[in-house]
């Protein structure tokens, strides 16, 4: 099966700080890359996504970095905030039957 | 508020049983997925509907079943109940087929005992 791994299980920083996220993702068939935020007790969110044919995507104080070579992706939160404290997954598709494989995520704590 | 809905919030069942969990795509969106996330597997892939129609199919088990409906909702069933089925269990939603922007739902809490 697929294999989409976090570096870190959990990851604590400093509010204001800049975080960053990574996956490691097994399939170099992989096209389409999504990054999800859950928070206790709610579902996933999403918060950005990203093509193979691209390196890099920013969004509203996130960006997300693709590295094919090495199959790694991240997710960089500029300016860390106590709401930005949830677990991130990263997701990946291998568009061979719309199937998404989700890491088993980061959590991240934001202390104030 | 994704605007997915799923019903119930909780339930908690015996070994053995039938239960059945629902959802309401958001309006407009085609597409309907279902997950399971456990403490120890993470979010799980279960199967995913376009239109009525099965679309995908993942780490399913055989006692497990869905189906759309023409208004869209989904409905997963669960039979012949263990206590491993014990999960959130999470359905999301999408304009197209791909997979793409998926908005997800509050869950459903499931306990065997």
């Known amino acids: 099966g697929e294999s989409v791994g976090l570096h870190l299980p959990t990851l604590s920083v400093q509010e204001g700080d800049n975080s960053i996220i990574n996956c490691a993702y097994s399939n170099s068939a992989s096209d389409y890359f999504i990054w999800y935020k859950q928070e206790s007790g709610k579902g996933p969110q999403f918060i950005i996504d990203i093509r193979s044919n691209m390196d890099k995507r920013q969004g509203q104080r996130v960006t997300v970095l693709l590295n094919k070579t090495v199959k790694h992706l991240s997710l960089q939160i500029a300016a860390t905030q106590p709401g930005d404290s949830a677990v991130y997954f990263c997701?990946?598709?291998?568009?061979?039957?719309?199937?998404?494989?989700f890491g088993t995520g980061t959590s991240l704590t934001v202390i104030p | 508020d994704s605007g997915v809905t799923q019903t119930p919030k909780h339930l908690i069942t015996a070994t053995g049983q039938r239960v059945t969990l629902r959802c309401s795509p958001r309006?407009?969106?085609?597409?309907v997925y279902w997950y399971q996330q456990s403490l120890d597997q993470g979010l799980q892939f279960l199967i995913q509907?376009?239109?009525?129609?099965?679309?995908a199919k993942g780490n399913i088990l055989e006692r497990f079943s869905a189906q759309q409906f023409p208004d869209l909702h989904s409905e997963l069933n669960l039979s012949s109940l263990e206590l491993g089925d014990s999960a959130l269990y999470f359905c999301?939603?999408?304009?197209?087929?791909?997979?793409?922007?998926?908005?997800f739902g509050p869950g459903t809490r499931l306990t065997v005992t």
């Open positions: 997701a990946e598709n291998t568009n061979t039957g719309n199937q998404f494989y």
């Open positions: 509907y376009y239109n009525g129609e099965e679309r």
């Open positions: 999301a939603s999408s304009v197209n087929s791909g997979g793409y922007e998926q908005y």
């Open positions: 309006s407009g969106d085609l597409s």
